[in-house]
């Protein structure tokens, strides 16, 4: 047996069973070798989009996922999907092929690459020693949460594996949660008996299946309101005292309730600029708190008056038992605050001035129409630009496996890409891919992948021919605007070429079309192209130009 084939049998018995990629002829063997020891292997029509496949798929299934690549321009490919995917400390797994010599065409430093965009480089050295160093670099994916680059060079992979080399092999141990100080657990309990107006924001750290219940029994023993940062949207969906998203996408509610607090704690939350608005959503007097299962992170983006290394879960259980108070505080969920959270905390309960014309339809008004047309059982995955507070903020989704939010980069054209990972992981909830034109068309090329896949999703495209982010921040101080403004694309077109059903909408009347097809029996996936209005910039949008 090659050590080719001996690492892709290691990988799948090591619990790696979706495989994303782009096939040459350096990682050829090894991704057969796991799809014929049972793992599941989606080709991609780009490298980019199957390293963001990878990504989401491993956030939506809760299982670590592998993304394989040729050697050198393969991996350079796929570098801002691993990117973000480190960034965001996605257990990942890159399969790069690679060559040793210098004067090879495909040669280039792959573990610098690795270190530069913060991934773990890891190499399999030896036909001895292969097997052992794949599984290791699988349990620190695990185990550390990392996106961890595995260089497999071609002259090992060709060589035989020796007796001493076939070890048994099983999936790494799950992650232990980690236990919180019993006097942190006693000070954090402190923190909330004083507090009159706490509020807690939960982050991706409290993604766990027992997360929502262990946090929204300690915030009703307090009288906390809830909300959660982007990536953990939905947590607390249909709890009559949650406030939604934490930062920029914030409703104006939601950000005067946060803002006046007198306490916020942020479970496994960065409590980052952009969830904190640049810290603008923190009072003067207010005490910060943050709950972590890595120290690192502590204080990591502001000063916090208390950090407490510990499990979201574990640390909220813990302090919810702590001391002898059994009866709810009233707290910050008065009356008053009840009445208004159910009345305004959702952006489509906001009054606004539609600003449609026959021509072309307001971005809010198509995303409440989506809204009440598209079927609740959803996952959201959204691109990056100027339209994309909307769909993150106008569409609901049922709970925290609702929203694959792939923005720790920054980086557009990852939308599409990121439906179809979150697809394939929830496969019996529609998944949506909320694009802008820019975005969408970066990225076109993986709508052969959903055809082929046979996933019946909708990708919405929100069209103002334009980087529309760009012509909102620059424009208002005269710059010219040709480098970011684009002819008209007729992408209902393009989304039939490549085995769409599609639609154009320039008015709500339009999206009777996407009603239909809701109601049929969905053998094609949809594509929307939704010619949006550009006269503003979002709401949001000074939020992110400010944290450039």
């Not at 002829?25 to 057969?32: A, E, I, P, R």
């Not at 299946?209 to 929204?216: K, Q």
């Not at 970011?484 to 992408?491: L, N, Q, R, S």
Request: charged content about 20%; some cysteine; proline content about 6%.
């Amino acid at each position: 047996m090659k050590v080719a084939e001996a690492v892709g049998r290691a990988l799948s018995a090591s619990g790696i069973g979706q495989v994303f990629g782009v096939v040459g002829s350096g990682n050829f063997h090894l991704t057969n070798a796991m799809v014929a020891a049972g793992s599941r292997f989606v080709a991609a029509r780009h490298e980019g989009g199957a390293a963001t496949m990878a990504d989401a798929y491993a956030r939506m299934s809760g299982a670590p996922a592998a993304v394989s690549v040729h050697q050198g321009p393969g991996l350079t490919n796929a570098l801002t999907g691993i990117a973000e995917a480190a960034k965001s400390r996605t257990p990942l797994l890159v399969l790069a092929a690679e060559v040793t010599e210098p004067r090879s065409n495909f040669y280039v430093d792959q573990e610098a690459l690795a270190h530069a965009v913060g991934a773990v480089p890891v190499r399999i050295t030896s036909a001895r020693d292969a097997v052992g160093q794949a599984c290791e670099a699988v349990r620190r994916a695990v185990h550390e949460r990392r996106t961890v680059v595995l260089n497999l060079p071609l002259q090992v992979q060709a060589l035989d594996l020796p007796d001493t080399g076939r070890t048994p092999v099983t999936p790494p141990p799950e992650r232990a949660p980690v236990e919180p100080a019993a006097e942190d657990v006693a000070a954090l309990a402190r923190v909330l008996d004083r507090a009159r107006r706490p509020v807690f924001v939960a982050g991706r750290g409290a993604r766990t299946p027992g997360g929502r219940t262990a946090l929204e029994a300690l915030a009703e023993r307090n009288g906390a309101l809830l909300a959660t940062s982007a990536v953990a949207r939905g947590l607390f969906h249909g709890n009559p005292w949650s406030l939604d998203v934490s930062g920029g996408f914030a409703s104006p509610l939601a950000a005067e309730l946060i803002r006046d607090a007198d306490v916020i704690v942020g479970w496994g939350c960065a409590l980052n600029m952009w969830t904190m608005r640049h810290g603008r959503l923190i009072g003067a007097g207010t005490t910060v708190v943050q709950v972590d299962d890595d120290a690192s992170a502590l204080g990591a983006h502001r000063e916090v008056h208390l950090g407490v290394t510990g499990d979201v879960e574990v640390t909220a259980r813990h302090v919810l038992a702590h001391g002898g108070r059994e009866r709810p505080r009233q707290a910050y969920r008065t009356a008053d605050v009840g009445a208004a959270v159910a009345a305004r905390v959702r952006w489509r309960d906001v009054p606004y001035e539609d600003t449609s014309t026959r021509e072309r339809i307001d971005p809010r008004t198509l995303s409440i129409a989506l809204d009440d047309i598209l079927p609740a059982n959803r996952v959201i995955g959204v691109d990056s630009g100027n339209f994309m507070g909307y769909p993150s903020m106008y569409l609901s989704v049922p709970d925290e496996n609702g929203f694959c939010f792939t923005q720790a980069f920054q980086s557009t054209g990852l939308g599409l890409a990121t439906a179809i990972g979150a697809a394939l992981a929830l496969p019996d909830r529609l998944a949506v891919a909320a694009l802008g034109d820019g975005g969408g068309l970066m990225g076109a090329a993986e709508l052969e992948t959903v055809c082929r896949l046979g996933l019946p999703m909708v990708v919405v495209v929100y069209n103002d021919d334009a980087y529309g982010a760009e012509v909102h921040h620059f424009g208002p101080d005269g710059h010219p605007l040709g480098t970011v403004e684009f002819p008209p694309t007729d992408i209902a077109s393009v989304g039939r070429g490549y085995g769409f059903e599609a639609v154009t909408v320039r008015t709500r009347a339009d999206l009777t079309a996407v009603a239909e097809w809701v109601a049929a029996p969905r053998s094609a996936p949809l594509l929307i192209d939704a010619k949006v209005v550009g006269d503003r910039g979002a709401w949001w949008l000074e939020e992110a130009f400010r944290g450039h």
